[in-house]
């Protein structure tokens, strides 16, 4: 990932669920890290003409979602946005997303894009 | 919701499992109580309430527990319930029928849950489909007429609004298992919803728990429901000040509000529901008026304790009594003089010992009504399905008795009950032809008295008939004669064999006879008497010692071996003079202050080899049991202490004559003389007389 | 004595366990998941009225247990009581009951194909009783199906009513 300019997808999988929630956000926070310093690097070198760069979550190989997995969703969107990378979901099976909706936060995503584009 | 969340929400919540299965049982028991009791003419308001509550209170730790398929019935309950409560559908007895079945049909899921047992998805089906019938046919809106006569504060609002609802729940949410996704389920149902999340996560992403809530919820609600309707929905996840609630009267509501609105408690405009002030419907303070079946558990101050954790302590103090009693035996061969302070102090531990004892027995006595509380059902739906008239009556429900004890009695006196609505209540036209009243009246009384517990079932039936009786004995080859006093004839119900598949229907049971029921009782140290006049009614009464497990008694010598007789049968002891001693009838009889009192030899009731043969060197123990009396010959008196009752029949059989084994301090066994049934049997050797097989006793 | 062997299975069937005791000259076995536990024999306290093979009832940690021997029961042997004298302390339908016995050997393990019906001879032991006849290096022995003989009427230690 030489060009943060580019968009990376972070293919999730597995179960976004209270029982095993801990194991995703570490999942995350990995990436999240490879990214903050990829951008540091970018940012050192002038490589990058805008800063941030862009990340979509594949989330079609997700087994399944509840509302702590919906949080942690909409959370780490609105972090990297806040970090200056555009981050959205993509890829999100029917039901899940209409969990996600049913449960509002797709509306986290909605105020972050805005800020994103106020900022 | 996918099923991958429930199996989430299983996993967190299995240890929880337990509570809500607790909780749902006293609830189903609650709501079965409740229903019984109402005046299907007038329902008390309270009462509807108490049981609308109990369903909601099902539905919504169902939905938390992810028991899914208790919420469909529950739902559809609470849905009845609610229009009934707030006067939008009159009531009907019909309605306490199939409540009472979907009662039963959750029940039967519970115990699915709880214990693997298999259960009908017919049966939830067919109350679920009757359910929704009800429903329909009221219509989703409505009042029903007559309902003008309510007061304001009872009727329900049936004005659309647009509800903004702000719910900012604690942290631990996520981690209590509330789940959020049914909540904004049942939201949807009360109308249009939209929903808006607001994550504020701290500066600090590195400090971002997963399992932490940092959502705050707007939810718009267009809707017909009431606010306690919504916070009825909120019950588990969300404490008062959590939920903010208020209508919208513009269009646009424009931006959303922050989520750290300072909560203010919405305005209470139904003075039906009382407040919520904890988290969980069995927190909730129901001391509000109109508060009704409060569980009154929940009340006193009291704790739960598991059964086997009780027994387990009955039984550790068991074994101490007999260490306490193994030391006063080694200490009786000590020189008291010589050794005082051992033996004052050994007196003390005895008190101690007998205290403790005392107090850790009493955590085993429950009231009979938990035995008596099913009956109102069953007779109800026994004296439908028999077209009989039937009015139960109960006294004496707060008798306290050993928990053993309320187990193993429940099946003979269901049994005797079946059978006083099966035979001894006769149909209407029987009793309106016999000048009584149309409506039949069984009586359950339970009582004390002396050391033991009484427990009558009388009806004002028909009474037993002798001549039939008579006949049937003979038929079926008991001993039985004319002779008989109608007492003798009245046991003769007991006698094995006695009951056939003519008198035996599918209602008083299936091949179970009362020969059974006698031999239940008599395992549990009772006895059965029955009175009964013909035209009148019958009354038998059932009575048992106290508790199983200890007993105050006297240890007797005969030959080397060693008896135990209860101490509450004793009157007093003596040793005889050769000219007290006398013959009548051919039974030795000892003439106690002019009365002439039967002499019982132990010896030769339990055929022991060695002891004393000849009166005179013997000593009497005078016994009384509900009037009769004997002289109860033994060797030797030993020492009076406190016994632990040990069962014989556990791995052995019943020994005539004895209630139960004591393992002695020396670590030996010694009887327990069951004190009325030794004397059953003396009469019966004495006057030749064969004894049946089910060990009769009678008070003549 | 028997040795204890484990016979090669020949791929005819699971083998069971079993507990070898001895009445009079006779060897028998019982199946070993109903042992409890092997016993001296002492403080057993009679009980009146009894059959004579109804010794009485022993404390047995503080739960009242029947004993009853089987040599007088069978009619086999002498019925001493010493320090060698064993009660089998057994486990079925429930119930915890001692049995005295001569004494006590090993745990063999007998497959399908080592054991034979039993003829219906004049055995001690009435072959209603019998599992069968196990062989094991030249020694018979009598398989006793202990669940039937408990619960049979002449035991007389249920009720037979109770069904």
Same mark, same amino acid.
């Given at each position: 990932?030489?060009?943060?300019?580019?968009?990376?997808?972070?293919?999730?999988?597995?179960?976004?669920?209270?029982?095993?929630?801990?194991?995703?956000?570490?999942?995350?926070?990995?990436?999240?890290?490879?990214?903050?310093?990829?951008?540091?690097?970018?940012?050192?070198?002038?490589?990058?003409?805008?800063?941030?760069?862009?990340?979509?979550?594949?989330?079609?190989?997700?087994?399944?979602?509840?509302?702590?997995?919906?949080?942690?969703?909409?959370?780490?969107?609105?972090?990297?946005?806040?970090?200056?990378?555009?981050?959205?979901?993509?890829?999100?099976?029917?039901?899940?997303?209409?969990?996600?909706?049913?449960?509002?936060?797709?509306?986290?995503?909605?105020?972050?894009?805005?800020?994103?584009?106020?900022? | 919701?996918?099923?991958?969340?429930?199996?989430?929400?299983?996993?967190?919540?299995?240890?929880?499992?337990?509570?809500?299965?607790?909780?749902?049982?006293?609830?189903?028991?609650?709501?079965?109580?409740?229903?019984?009791?109402?005046?299907?003419?007038?329902?008390?308001?309270?009462?509807?309430?108490?049981?609308?509550?109990?369903?909601?209170?099902?539905?919504?730790?169902?939905?938390?527990?992810?028991?899914?398929?208790?919420?469909?019935? =529950?739902?559809?309950?609470?849905?009845?319930?609610?229009?009934?409560?707030? +006067?939008?559908?009159?009531? @009907?007895?019909?309605?306490?029928?199939?409540?009472?079945?979907?009662?039963? &049909?959750?029940?039967?899921?519970?115990?699915?849950?709880?214990?693997?047992?298999?259960?009908?998805?017919?049966?939830?089906?067919?109350?679920?489909?009757?359910?929704?019938?009800?429903?329909?046919?009221?219509?989703?809106?409505?009042?029903?007429?007559?309902?003008?006569?309510?007061?304001?504060?009872?009727?329900?609002?049936?004005? #659309?609004?647009?509800?903004?609802?702000?719910? =900012?729940?604690?942290?631990? #949410?996520?981690?209590?298992?509330?789940?959020?996704?049914?909540?904004?389920?049942?939201?949807?149902?009360?109308?249009?919803?939209?929903?808006?999340?607001? &994550?504020?996560?701290?500066?600090?992403?590195?400090?971002?728990?997963?399992?932490?809530?940092?959502?705050?919820?707007?939810?718009?609600?267009? =809707?017909?429901?009431?606010?306690?309707?919504?916070?009825?929905?909120?019950?588990?996840?969300?404490?008062?000040?959590?939920?903010?609630?208020?209508?919208?009267?513009?269009?646009?509501?424009?931006?959303?509000?922050?989520?750290?609105?300072?909560?203010?408690?919405?305005?209470?405009?139904?003075?039906? @529901? @009382?407040?919520?002030?904890?988290?969980?419907?069995?927190?909730?303070?129901?001391?509000?008026?109109?508060?009704?079946?409060?569980?009154?558990?929940?009340?006193?101050?009291?704790?739960?304790?598991?059964?086997?954790?009780? $027994?387990?302590?009955?039984?550790? &103090?068991?074994?101490?009594?007999?260490?306490?009693?193994?030391?006063?035996?080694?200490?009786?061969? #000590?020189?008291?003089?010589? +050794?005082?302070?051992? +033996?004052?102090?050994?007196?003390?531990?005895?008190?101690?010992?007998?205290?403790?004892?005392?107090?850790?027995?009493?955590?085993?006595?429950?009231? #009979?009504? /938990?035995?008596?509380?099913?009956?109102?059902?069953?007779?109800?739906?026994?004296?439908?399905? /028999?077209?009989?008239?039937?009015?139960?009556?109960?006294?004496?429900?707060?008798?306290?008795? $050993?928990?053993?004890?309320?187990?193993?009695?429940?099946?003979? /006196?269901?049994?005797?009950?079946?059978?006083?609505?099966?035979?001894?209540?006769?149909?209407?036209?029987?009793?309106?032809?016999?000048?009584?009243?149309?409506?039949?009246?069984?009586?359950?009384?339970?009582?004390?008295?002396?050391?033991?517990?009484?427990? $009558?079932?009388?009806?004002?039936?028909?009474?037993?008939?002798?001549?039939?009786?008579?006949?049937?004995?003979?038929?079926?080859?008991?001993?039985?004669?004319?002779?008989?006093?109608?007492?003798?004839?009245?046991?003769?119900?007991?006698?094995?064999?006695?009951?056939?598949?003519?008198?035996?229907?599918?209602?008083?049971?299936?091949?179970?006879?009362?020969?059974?029921?006698?031999?239940?009782?008599?395992?549990?140290?009772?006895?059965?008497?029955?009175?009964?006049?013909?035209?009148?009614?019958?009354?038998?009464?059932?009575?048992?010692?106290?508790?199983?497990?200890?007993? $105050?008694?006297?240890?007797?010598?005969?030959?080397?071996?060693?008896?135990?007789?209860?101490?509450?049968?004793?009157?007093?002891?003596?040793?005889?003079?050769?000219?007290?001693?006398?013959?009548?009838?051919?039974?030795?009889?000892?003439?106690?202050?002019?009365?002439?009192?039967?002499?019982?030899?132990?010896?030769?009731?339990?055929?022991?080899?060695?002891?004393?043969?000849?009166?005179?060197?013997?000593?009497?123990?005078?016994?009384?049991?509900?009037?009769?009396?004997?002289?109860?010959?033994?060797?030797?008196?030993?020492?009076?202490?406190?016994?632990?009752?040990? @069962?014989?029949?556990?791995?052995?059989?019943?020994?005539?004559?004895?209630?139960?084994?004591?393992?002695?301090?020396?670590?030996?066994?010694?009887?327990?003389?069951? &004190?009325?049934?030794?004397?059953?049997?003396?009469?019966?050797?004495?006057?030749?007389?064969?004894?049946?097989?089910?060990?009769?006793? =009678?008070?003549? | 004595?028997?040795?204890?062997?484990?016979?090669?299975?020949?791929?005819?069937?699971?083998?069971?366990?079993?507990?070898?005791?001895?009445?009079?000259?006779?060897?028998?076995?019982?199946?070993?998941?109903?042992?409890?536990?092997?016993?001296?024999?002492?403080?057993?306290?009679?009980?009146?009225?009894?059959?004579?093979?109804?010794?009485?009832?022993?404390?047995?940690?503080?739960?009242?247990?029947?004993?009853? !021997?089987?040599?007088?029961?069978?009619?086999?042997?002498?019925?001493?009581?010493?320090?060698?004298?064993?009660?089998?302390?057994?486990?079925?339908?429930?119930?915890?009951?001692?049995?005295?016995?001569?004494?006590?050997?090993?745990?063999?393990?007998?497959?399908? !194909?080592?054991?034979?019906?039993?003829?219906?001879?004049?055995?001690?032991?009435?072959?209603?009783?019998?599992?069968?006849?196990?062989?094991?290096? !030249?020694?018979?022995?009598?398989?006793?199906?202990?669940?039937?003989?408990?619960?049979?009427?002449?035991?007389?230690?249920?009720?037979?009513?109770?069904?």
């Amino acid at each position: 990932m030489g060009n943060t300019n580019e968009t990376s997808f972070l293919a999730l999988g597995g179960e976004w669920v209270i029982t095993v929630i801990n194991q995703q956000l570490q999942c995350l926070m990995g990436h999240r890290k490879t990214m903050l310093s990829e951008m540091a690097c970018d940012a050192r070198e002038g490589t990058s003409a805008a800063p941030g760069g862009a990340v979509t979550l594949d989330m079609s190989r997700v087994e399944a979602l509840d509302a702590s997995g919906c949080q942690l969703l909409a959370s780490f969107v609105q972090v990297m946005r806040r970090d200056g990378v555009k981050a959205g979901v993509a890829e999100m099976p029917a039901s899940f997303s209409e969990l996600f909706e049913s449960l509002g936060y797709h509306r986290v995503l909605q105020a972050a894009d805005q800020a994103y584009e106020d900022a | 919701m996918t099923t991958a969340n429930a199996k989430a929400a299983n996993i967190d919540l299995n240890q929880f499992n337990g509570v809500f299965f607790e909780e749902c049982s006293e609830h189903l028991e609650e709501m079965e109580r409740v229903l019984l009791s109402l005046d299907d003419a007038a329902p008390d308001p309270d009462a509807l309430n108490a049981i609308f509550r109990a369903a909601h209170s099902i539905k919504g730790g169902a939905g938390i527990f992810g028991f899914e398929d208790m919420t469909v019935v =529950t739902h559809l309950l609470e849905s009845l319930l609610d229009r009934v409560r707030n +006067h939008q559908i009159p009531y @009907s007895s019909a309605m306490t029928d199939l409540f009472l079945e979907a009662g039963d &049909v959750v029940a039967m899921q519970l115990a699915g849950h709880r214990e693997g047992k298999p259960f009908s998805a017919e049966n939830v089906e067919q109350v679920s489909l009757k359910l929704q019938r009800l429903l329909d046919a009221v219509g989703a809106s409505g009042e029903a007429a007559g309902s003008g006569a309510d007061a304001p504060g009872a009727m329900r609002q049936t004005v #659309i609004r647009r509800l903004e609802i702000l719910f =900012t729940p604690d942290r631990d #949410i996520f981690q209590r298992g509330v789940r959020v996704e049914n909540l904004v389920e049942e939201l949807k149902e009360l109308g249009e919803l939209q929903t808006s999340a607001t &994550v504020s996560l701290p500066e600090d992403f590195a400090a971002f728990d997963p399992e932490a809530c940092y959502t705050s919820w707007c939810f718009s609600l267009t =809707t017909e429901a009431s606010d306690n309707d919504i916070r009825d929905i909120f019950i588990f996840a969300a404490e008062e000040e959590q939920l903010v609630i208020r209508e919208v009267r513009d269009e646009g509501e424009g931006e959303l509000p922050p989520p750290d609105v300072a909560g203010r408690p919405a305005v209470e405009e139904e003075s039906l @529901s @009382s407040q919520v002030h904890g988290r969980r419907a069995y927190d909730r303070d129901e001391t509000a008026p109109g508060a009704f079946g409060r569980r009154s558990g929940e009340n006193e101050s009291s704790i739960r304790v598991s059964v086997s954790k009780a $027994d387990q302590l009955i039984n550790q &103090v068991g074994e101490l009594v007999i260490t306490q009693a193994m030391l006063s035996q080694v200490a009786a061969s #000590i020189d008291p003089v010589l +050794h005082e302070t051992l +033996h004052r102090s050994l007196l003390q531990l005895e008190r101690n010992t007998r205290d403790l004892q005392r107090s850790v027995m009493s955590i085993r006595l429950v009231p #009979i009504s /938990l035995v008596f509380n099913r009956f109102p059902r069953m007779v109800r739906e026994l004296a439908a399905k /028999l077209g009989k008239q039937v009015e139960l009556r109960m006294t004496g429900e707060g008798t306290e008795l $050993d928990r053993g004890l309320i187990e193993k009695i429940t099946d003979p /006196l269901t049994h005797l009950v079946r059978n006083c609505l099966d035979h001894g209540l006769e149909s209407t036209e029987a009793r309106v032809a016999a000048a009584k009243g149309p409506v039949g009246t069984i009586t359950l009384k339970a009582s004390q008295m002396g050391g033991r517990i009484i427990i $009558d079932v009388i009806d004002d039936g028909a009474g037993l008939n002798r001549e039939k009786i008579l006949r049937k004995a003979v038929e079926r080859g008991i001993p039985a004669s004319d002779a008989m006093s109608n007492e003798e004839v009245w046991q003769l119900i007991f006698a094995p064999g006695f009951s056939t598949a003519e008198t035996v229907t599918d209602i008083s049971g299936r091949g179970v006879g009362m020969d059974v029921v006698l031999r239940n009782v008599q395992a549990l140290g009772g006895r059965i008497q029955i009175e009964s006049e013909p035209g009148a009614g019958t009354r038998i009464t059932i009575s048992l010692p106290l508790t199983l497990a200890i007993l $105050d008694g006297l240890s007797v010598g005969v030959g080397d071996h060693r008896f135990i007789l209860p101490l509450n049968a004793i009157v007093e002891s003596l040793q005889p003079k050769k000219e007290a001693v006398k013959t009548l009838n051919g039974m030795q009889v000892v003439n106690v202050r002019g009365e002439y009192i039967p002499i019982l030899p132990l010896r030769e009731l339990f055929n022991l080899h060695n002891g004393v043969t000849d009166p005179c060197s013997g000593i009497f123990v005078l016994v009384n049991v509900e009037g009769e009396q004997a002289a109860i010959m033994v060797d030797s008196l030993l020492d009076e202490h406190q016994v632990v009752i040990k @069962s014989l029949e556990e791995n052995y059989r019943k020994v005539p004559g004895a209630a139960g084994a004591t393992i002695l301090g020396d670590g030996k066994v010694a009887l327990i003389l069951d &004190v009325p049934a030794l004397l059953q049997i003396w009469k019966n050797r004495t006057y030749g007389r064969e004894c049946p097989a089910g060990e009769v006793t =009678t008070n003549e | 004595m028997n040795e204890q062997e484990t016979i090669g299975l020949s791929g005819s069937g699971q083998t069971q366990e079993y507990l070898t005791f001895s009445l009079g000259s006779e060897e028998y076995g019982m199946d070993i998941l109903k042992v409890q536990e092997i016993r001296g024999y002492d403080a057993v306290t009679q009980i009146a009225n009894t059959p004579d093979f109804i010794k009485g009832v022993i404390n047995l940690r503080g739960v009242i247990v029947p004993i009853v !021997d089987l040599r007088m029961k069978f009619r086999l042997g002498n019925a001493d009581y010493n320090a060698f004298t064993v009660v089998i302390i057994i486990n079925v339908l429930g119930k915890v009951i001692g049995l005295v016995v001569d004494g006590v050997s090993d745990v063999v393990a007998l497959a399908q !194909d080592q054991i034979k019906q039993a003829p219906e001879m004049g055995a001690a032991v009435d072959t209603r009783y019998i599992n069968g006849l196990g062989t094991l290096n !030249d020694q018979m022995l009598i398989l006793v199906d202990m669940e039937k003989l408990m619960s049979s009427e002449d035991m007389q230690l249920i009720e037979q009513t109770r069904h």
